[in-house]
Structures are given as C-alpha cells and as structure tokens.
C-alpha cells in the first residue's frame, strides 16, 4: 500500500529485567548567603557578625565568605573562621570545626574591628573545598589583634602547611 498505511505510535515505554522507566532524581544543589550586620559598637570600634546559610538541597563541604570595607575598618579579633584582610578587601574561610553544614543550616563568625562598622558592607559566599582551610594571601588576621603579612608564593615565604 501506498500513503504510509499501518500502525500509528503515539507513545511507548520499555521495562528492561524488571527496571523502572522513571529518571534518577536530580542531585542534590549547593548554594549559601552570608548576612552581615553590626552586634555592638562603642567609640572607635564595634563588633560585628556574618551568618553563612546552606541555602542548597545538599551538605556543605566548606565555604568561604568575602567582603570590602567602605572604610579604613580593620579586623582585630575574629572567631569562628580563618581570616585575611588586605587593605579594605577581607576573607574568611570556615574553620575546622563549623564548615560542613546540612541543609539550612548556619554558621556565624564574629568580629571585632576599629571604625564605625556602618555602612555595613556585603558580603558574599562561596562553597565547596576553600583548599582546605588555607587562608589566602593577605594581612592575616590574628586572634592577638596583631597582624602578619603572607605575601604571595614565591615572594620570601612559603605556602601556608
């Protein structure tokens, strides 16, 4: 017969040695925010904190917050992460102990610092292996309120251990 006579197929399915046709579910997503805002502030200082939220469907392995001072701010003591700071320019990365977050869950790193602390900055968020908790390069931020410079690999000092 001419004209494509036969069977027509709308649709079909197969099952294959008793499997199921229906898709894998999709892999769980990763995402975080980070929200900055002043706790205290007293003349010539404040204290200050960042909430680092799993905003994603899967665990966080580590992650790591950045942010620009509108001023001449400088970090004095911070806890709950590791920190760097290079002119206005700051990062934290998580700690050892507060980096592998499930889902909606938080973690807060605090601060003290010289300035006023307003405007607040923004600070963002990244995730995934931070290379394992290495500060960058940077004025590094000490618990002490003393500061050391980590100039870049290869200029008199070598990768942090």
């Given at each position: ?25 999709p892999p769980p997503s990763s995402g975080c925010s980070a929200a900055?805002?002043?706790?205290n502030s007293w003349s010539g200082g404040y204290q200050a904190q ?32 590791t920190c760097t700071q290079s002119g206005a320019q700051v990062t ?70």
């Amino acid at each position: 017969m001419a004209g494509g006579a036969g069977l027509t197929t709308n649709s079909f399915s197969v099952t294959v040695n008793g499997g199921s046709s229906a898709p894998p579910p999709p892999p769980p997503s990763s995402g975080c925010s980070a929200a900055y805002s002043v706790v205290n502030s007293w003349s010539g200082g404040y204290q200050a904190q960042v909430v680092v939220t799993n905003t994603g469907s899967g665990t966080l392995n580590g992650w790591q917050l950045e942010w620009a001072f509108p001023g001449s701010e400088d970090i004095t003591n911070l806890w709950n992460g590791t920190c760097t700071q290079s002119g206005a320019q700051v990062t934290v990365n998580n700690a050892s102990y507060d980096g592998s977050l499930a889902p909606g869950a938080t973690a807060t790193v605090g601060f003290t610092a010289n300035g006023s602390g307003t405007p607040a900055p923004g600070a963002s968020c990244s995730w995934g292996n931070r290379g394992e908790n290495k500060a960058p390069r940077g004025w590094l931020c000490s618990p002490s309120g003393r500061s050391r410079f980590l100039p870049p690999v290869g200029h008199g000092e070598e990768a942090l251990p």
